[in-house]
């Protein structure tokens, strides 16, 4: 999911969905074949099933990439994931697992489908995870390794501003303060998280830059499914960076950006915002109802201000 310590388009062809596969730009099959045995996520891992987000409306390319205990969904025309799903058992984590921090294309897909390392080169850009990088490291050690591998793939990467602040610090603590609430049930977590792509996202250098990103964590509660939903802010806010925005708007550099802002949000707004069909999630939503609409959406100072009706 995105950031933790974790920073660092052809046209579509008509709402087809598939595994890997590219037309052009293929791999030598050695190292297509390094990916072969992945798995992906498990949408029955927290027992009621939780199934991969797809995009509602048909017409848009998707292309599923599985990887060691989590999932991308590929847009291809915007050379984005659409969604990523992850698998999180608090009670196998591996700890000091080494930073794998080699960023390479996936195989598996055209280099031209990915944003690779020509969209973050000396520029103001990170590299944000969207599946967090600690979040699959879990199992046999070997395992471990190999997730965190994955997780440094261009597919599973969005650009971010390289800015470290409150906002962003909360986004990267929501899942350890989560899992403690999965705590009773064997703390396991699946975690749904990617970027909004609006077609009004700013251009540069081939790739449109998301302004905003979502994440939906689910848990089991007294037997049910709960979920949490949050959206990160990366876009200016005029009421305090006009000064940031209009000076960063200039011809070559990337899109001005502003400080990161962290809201628990409804699920349902995830699935409007992103038009991903995301299940049964809005309904099992822990987050009480809004009594007003400035309400809506509620800013985190911390991860434990999450407001859970439980």
Known sequence: MIPSDDRDGPEGHGGQEGHGGPEGGAAPEGRVGALADRTGYD???????????????????????????????????????????????????????????VWRYDPRVAEDWQAGPEVYRNNSLDRGHLVRRLDPVWGAVAVAHRADADTFHYTNAAPQADVFNQGKQVWQGLENHLLDHAARHDRKLTVLTGPVLHDADPPYRGVQVPLRFWKV??????????????????????????????????????PPLGAFRTYQVPVADVAVLTGLDLGSLPGADLMPAARSPEARWRRLEAPDETVMDI
């Open 43 to 101: 949408e029955a891992f927290l027992g009621p099933v939780v199934p991969l987000p797809r995009l509602a409306a048909a017409g848009v390319e998707t292309v599923v990439l599985p990887y060691t205990h989590f999932s991308v969904v590929l847009r291809p025309d915007r050379r984005l994931a659409a969604a990523t799903a992850v698998c999180v058992d608090g009670a196998r984590l591996v700890e000091d697992v080494p930073r794998d921090d």
């Open 217 to 254: 964590a689910v848990f089991v509660h007294e037997g049910r499914l709960a979920a949490t939903a949050y959206v990160l802010d990366q876009s200016p806010d005029l009421t305090r960076d006009a000064d940031r925005a209009l000076a960063g708007a200039v011809p070559g550099a990337p």
